[in-house]
């Protein structure tokens, strides 16, 4: 479904992402991690078009340098971590933008865009605050109003750039609870940063761990979250914890227990 290959990019003389080869299969949720200014958004701002890039970027075999912006956003849908808001637009009309894509030029929204929109705002539990104002909701709330706005959009490919940051624990698990429901009713596929590693590595089908430049290891999350690779990616001591369910359980290890020993 995604295909990139040699795909670099670099800030001036920094260069942040170097000869970056992935694929992602229909259907599939990966993760990607990796220490801050590793190059996790911006691998995102390139699929999506939107930072400049080398090499090449296919979404469902189609390059999307070639596509024009309504024909990428009917491909995939592009959540940032720290999107613009109009603060006097109210959730429902928010989330109507999300159905952009499938309306025509100078066309008004059809009975469909407006019962889509719906659904986003239902399946978000959102419908108690649908005629609030942006400005006047939570952090939280807000996060649930951009997820329904990517959901309402209907690409087959969703971009998340940490799609929980904003959501306490509960509502972190909530909202990737939902998203595997949809991912799976709707056969989507989900490339999504994720600064959480024990959330990664309990929702994603596979993790791809950028370091460096470049990605330094990619698959299962069993396989990917060792401690020494982990520690060795973000400059600090981790540990893995196995649950007795089988869950991975990722958490910082404090020197001071070295020293301990």
């Known amino acids: 479904m995604i295909a990139l290959e ?6 001036g003389e920094k260069v942040v992402l170097d ?17 801050n200014g ?29 596509l024009s912006h309504r024909e990428r956003a009917r491909l995939v ?3 940032p971590q720290s999107p613009e808001l109009p603060e006097n637009m109210t959730v429902e ?7 952009t894509p499938h309306i025509g030029y ?9 019962t889509r929109s719906a659904e986003a705002i239902d399946l978000l539990q959102l419908a108690a605050m649908a005629r609030r104002r942006l400005s006047t909701l939570s952090g939280g709330e807000l996060q649930r109003v951009l997820l329904a706005r990517v959901l309402a959009q209907e690409a087959p490919v969703l971009l998340l750039d940490e799609p929980t940051s904003a959501l306490d624990l509960g509502r972190r698990v909530d909202a990737l609870d939902l998203l595997e429901k949809v991912r799976s009713d709707r056969d989507l596929t989900i490339l999504a940063a994720i600064h ?9 089908t596979r993790v791809v761990l950028l370091s460096g430049t470049g990605i330094v290891a990619s698959g299962d999350p069993r396989d990917v979250f060792n401690e020494a690779t982990l520690s060795a990616s973000f400059g600090g001591a981790v540990r893995v914890i196995v649950t007795e369910d089988g869950d991975l359980v990722v958490a910082p290890r404090s020197r001071r227990h070295d020293a301990r020993a």
């Open 6 to 11: 040699h795909l670099g990019v670099s800030f």
């Open 19 to 35: 000869d970056v080869s992935l694929a992602v299969s229909p259907g599939e949720w990966v993760a990607i991690i990796g220490p």
């Open 38 to 66: 590793a190059g996790k958004t911006t691998l995102l701002r390139a699929i999506a078009q939107l930072q400049p890039h080398s090499g090449t970027v296919a979404v469902a075999g189609r390059s999307m340098r070639s």
């Open 77 to 79: 849908a592009y959540l």
């Open 93 to 99: 009309e928010y989330v109507l933008l999300g159905r």
């Open 106 to 114: 100078f066309a008004s929204e059809s009975r469909t865009d407006l």
């Open 196 to 204: 959480d590693l024990t959330l990664a590595a309990e929702f994603a």
